[in-house]
């Protein structure tokens, strides 16, 4: 084909690939790699990290992907450790776990959620993972005789990522959000492999996005453009020209001040966009859309052929729906979540936005409310010993409570006290991993009687541990690792809960993170005492989801999976949605019992 005949008539192209000493190229290409086909979106941040660059990247993606594009995006992190997976969330955020088991950051989910795809290990890197791979070849004599070299041997590695996510999603265009911001340490090796990317890749293939902040101090009460002509100075000082401009502020960015960031930084007024604070991230797509910045991307990239304007008209229509009935409700329900990290909101991201996609189906307005759970039990931080609260004072204006995942003990007899008033009460209940485990404590103890069941995860020596790492289970699928990480079929028995949620599926798939889990021992005295586990490890004795009966409580669900991570606007998660409707009915009679009470008509 064509994309041969470049090949071979490039210079360059001729000498890349060759690992000799003779060239200064260090850039292995991988097979199948169409020059000219893939086309790159570099997305940098300077004046401050925070600035939404992946909701930006992804809404700009999006954008192309409706228009019948294929589009990847990939998240390059500044940061050693190889994964998210040892990242504290208070610091960090939630660690996003994807279907291959990969660990990362919570823009991954922003990634997933906007463009409604599964992203794999391909479409994320850390420091960490490029430096380990470059010393892994090193070590097998992989650089020929080589003095191994930041350049060209690291930005190699970097520019290899980029273009093996091209061959593998065969993308149209690659979506790269570099980390941090420009000036930063950490990410000088990424920015210079963008800079050499463009410069290989060829007149328009690659563009840059810098995302940059407008002050307004309020008391100046003006906005002001010099923190961003310095941002963008600093990445023309790599040898990076930006193509386009994104303003972020809190305000619609003035015509003056974009005009003088335009002027300083010989990028054309049309290209230098406010991007304003709005209501809702769903609204930014349009909005970007209005600003013309994807007829832009197209011209710059000459990407006008590919579009299906067919497709692109439908894309809109149902996004236009979703958008068009955020915020209208005409019934408000209080949902409680006991979360450790309670005073972070970016630890639970997925559950914020699972919900989020639930109210705007139902037309609820979904309140919710954060319990620290520590309070009830006494274990809070503080050395309060008594508890000073208890589940009923922080349930009582709830009309479901979800219980999420996480480690550790702080917090889990409060979590237990919780559940056990939902159960009680027949008040919707939805357990997520930690959530499940503590359903299955709390139905031992209360109701199976073994008071002192517990899980190996919070008191080693316990004498009935209900919960317990089975090594002898994770031999049978085969781990190495000590987590059980990412996407796994679940059986659902016929005629549950649960299978009803999903369409009366009898197979289903949800993504994992745990150690622990039901020790078998137990379950037929579970089961024998009402609790169904509905959800099964196909062919292992691994427990998944559990329910109770529909005539014994309305919606009491657990699951050791993280359905919150696959939730999508268009597509909001089953097992959310159920127990969202549940807890709508739980308000009602609520408020019918309210009203019988005080004599008024219902
Ligand atoms: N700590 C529990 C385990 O390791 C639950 C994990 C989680 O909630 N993600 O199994």
Same mark, same amino acid.
């Given at each position: 084909?064509?994309?041969?005949?470049?090949?071979?008539?490039?210079?360059?192209?001729?000498?890349?690939?060759?690992?000799?000493?003779?060239?200064?190229? $260090?850039?292995?290409?991988?097979?199948? $790699?169409?020059?000219?086909?893939?086309? $790159?979106?570099?997305?940098?941040?300077?004046?401050?990290?925070?600035?939404?660059?992946?909701?930006?990247?992804?809404?700009?993606?999006?954008?192309?992907?409706?228009?019948?594009?294929?589009?990847?995006?990939?998240?390059?992190?500044?940061?050693?450790?190889?994964?998210?997976?040892?990242?504290?969330?208070?610091?960090?955020?939630?660690?996003?776990?994807?279907?291959?088991?990969?660990?990362?950051?919570?823009? %991954?989910?922003?990634?997933?959620?906007?463009?409604?795809?599964?992203?794999?290990?391909?479409?994320?890197?850390?420091?960490?993972?490029?430096?380990?791979?470059? %010393?892994?070849?090193?070590?097998?004599?992989?650089?020929?005789?080589?003095?191994?070299?930041?350049?060209?041997?690291?930005?190699?590695?970097?520019?290899?990522?980029?273009?093996?996510?091209?061959?593998?999603?065969?993308?149209?265009?690659?979506?790269?959000?570099?980390?941090?911001?420009?000036?930063?340490?950490?990410?000088?090796?990424?920015?210079?492999?963008?800079?050499?990317?463009?410069?290989?890749?060829?007149?328009?293939?690659?563009?840059?996005?810098?995302?940059?902040?407008?002050?307004?101090?309020?008391?100046?009460?003006?906005?002001?453009?010099?923190?961003?002509?310095?941002?963008?100075?600093?990445?023309?000082?790599?040898?990076?020209?930006?193509?386009?401009?994104?303003?972020?502020?809190?305000?619609?960015?003035?015509?003056?001040?974009?005009?003088?960031?335009?002027?300083?930084?010989?990028?054309?007024?049309?290209?230098?966009?406010?991007?304003?604070?709005?209501?809702?991230?769903?609204?930014?797509?349009?909005?970007?859309?209005?600003?013309?910045?994807?007829?832009?991307?197209?011209?710059?990239?000459? %990407?006008?052929?590919?579009?299906?304007?067919?497709?692109?008209?439908?894309?809109?229509?149902?996004?236009?729906?979703?958008?068009?009935?955020?915020?209208?409700?005409?019934?408000?329900?209080?949902?409680?979540?006991?979360?450790?990290?309670?005073?972070?909101?970016?630890?639970?991201?997925?559950?914020?936005?699972?919900?989020?996609?639930?109210?705007?189906?139902?037309?609820?307005?979904?309140?919710?409310?954060?319990?620290?759970?520590?309070?009830?039990?006494?274990?809070?931080?503080?050395?309060?010993?008594?508890?000073?609260?208890?589940?009923?004072?922080?349930?009582?204006?709830?009309?479901?409570?979800?219980?999420?995942?996480?480690?550790?003990?702080?917090?889990?007899?409060?979590?237990?006290?919780?559940?056990?008033?939902?159960?009680?009460?027949?008040?919707?209940?939805?357990?997520?991993?930690?959530?499940?485990?503590?359903?299955?404590?709390? $139905?031992?103890?209360?109701?199976?009687?073994?008071?002192?069941?517990?899980?190996?995860?919070?008191?080693?020596?316990?004498?009935?541990?209900?919960?317990?790492?089975?090594?002898?289970?994770?031999?049978?699928?085969?781990?190495?690792?000590?987590?059980?990480?990412?996407?796994?079929?679940?059986?659902?028995?016929?005629?549950?809960?649960?299978?009803?949620?999903?369409?009366?599926?009898?197979?289903?798939?949800?993504?994992?993170?745990?150690?622990?889990?039901?020790?078998?021992?137990?379950?037929?005295?579970?089961?024998?005492?009402?609790?169904?586990?509905?959800?099964?490890?196909?062919?292992?004795?691994?427990?998944?989801?559990?329910?109770?009966?529909?005539?014994?409580?309305?919606?009491? %669900?657990?699951?050791?999976?993280?359905?919150?991570?696959?939730?999508?606007?268009?597509?909001?998660?089953?097992?959310?949605?159920?127990?969202?409707?549940?807890?709508?009915?739980?308000?009602?009679?609520?408020?019918?019992?309210?009203?019988?009470?005080?004599?008024?008509?219902?």
């Amino acid at each position: 084909m064509k994309d041969d005949q470049t090949m071979s008539g490039d210079d360059l192209l001729a000498r890349i690939g060759q690992t000799t000493e003779e060239t200064e190229f $260090y850039t292995p290409m991988p097979a199948g $790699y169409r020059k000219g086909h893939h086309k $790159y979106v570099m997305v940098v941040g300077t004046v401050m990290s925070g600035l939404g660059k992946g909701i930006f990247s992804s809404s700009l993606a999006k954008l192309l992907q409706d228009k019948g594009l294929r589009v990847a995006p990939i998240k390059m992190e500044g940061y050693l450790n190889i994964d998210s997976g040892t990242l504290n969330p208070y610091r960090h955020g939630e660690v996003f776990v994807l279907d291959d088991g990969m660990e990362t950051d919570m823009d %991954l989910g922003t990634y997933e959620r906007l463009l409604d795809q599964d992203l794999s290990a391909a479409n994320f890197t850390t420091n960490g993972q490029i430096l380990s791979a470059v %010393l892994k070849k090193e070590r097998e004599g992989g650089y020929l005789g080589r003095d191994v070299q930041v350049i060209p041997h690291v930005v190699g590695e970097i520019k290899l990522k980029l273009r093996e996510l091209a061959v593998k999603s065969n993308a149209d265009v690659i979506f790269v959000e570099v980390g941090g911001t420009v000036g930063d340490y950490e990410n000088a090796f990424y920015l210079e492999a963008c800079r050499q990317m463009a410069y290989e890749e060829g007149e328009s293939s690659v563009l840059f996005v810098a995302l940059t902040y407008i002050l307004e101090p309020g008391t100046l009460g003006e906005q002001k453009s010099k923190a961003a002509q310095l941002g963008i100075k600093r990445l023309m000082e790599v040898g990076i020209m930006p193509s386009i401009i994104a303003c972020r502020a809190t305000h619609p960015v003035k015509e003056k001040v974009r005009e003088k960031i335009s002027m300083y930084t010989n990028v054309p007024m049309r290209r230098v966009f406010s991007m304003h604070d709005v209501e809702s991230i769903y609204l930014i797509p349009e909005s970007l859309r209005e600003a013309g910045m994807d007829r832009e991307v197209l011209t710059m990239l000459g %990407l006008h052929e590919r579009v299906d304007q067919k497709m692109e008209d439908q894309a809109r229509l149902k996004w236009r729906w979703f958008v068009d009935h955020i915020g209208k409700s005409n019934r408000q329900i209080t949902i409680g979540v006991t979360g450790k990290y309670t005073s972070l909101r970016d630890a639970y991201a997925s559950i914020i936005k699972a919900s989020e996609h639930c109210a705007v189906h139902l037309g609820a307005d979904i309140k919710l409310k954060w319990i620290d759970s520590s309070l009830i039990d006494g274990t809070a931080p503080n050395g309060d010993s008594t508890g000073s609260s208890d589940a009923e004072t922080e349930l009582a204006d709830c009309d479901g409570i979800i219980v999420p995942g996480g480690f550790g003990v702080r917090g889990t007899e409060g979590k237990i006290e919780c559940i056990r008033y939902a159960r009680e009460n027949k008040m919707p209940y939805l357990g997520l991993c930690l959530g499940f485990q503590m359903a299955v404590i709390e $139905y031992a103890r209360n109701v199976c009687g073994i008071t002192d069941a517990n899980s190996t995860e919070f008191d080693p020596r316990c004498k009935s541990p209900v919960i317990d790492i089975l090594p002898e289970q994770k031999k049978i699928e085969g781990l190495g690792g000590n987590m059980r990480l990412g996407g796994k079929d679940i059986e659902l028995k016929r005629g549950s809960l649960v299978s009803r949620l999903f369409n009366n599926a009898s197979r289903i798939r949800l993504r994992f993170r745990h150690r622990y889990e039901v020790d078998p021992k137990y379950i037929k005295t579970l089961e024998d005492n009402g609790l169904i586990f509905s959800g099964k490890a196909p062919g292992h004795p691994i427990m998944q989801v559990l329910e109770l009966p529909q005539d014994v409580h309305p919606y009491f %669900l657990g699951t050791q999976a993280h359905p919150e991570l696959t939730s999508r606007p268009l597509r909001p998660q089953p097992m959310f949605l159920g127990f969202m409707k549940a807890a709508l009915q739980y308000a009602e009679q609520k408020k019918d019992r309210r009203n019988a009470e005080a004599g008024a008509p219902a």
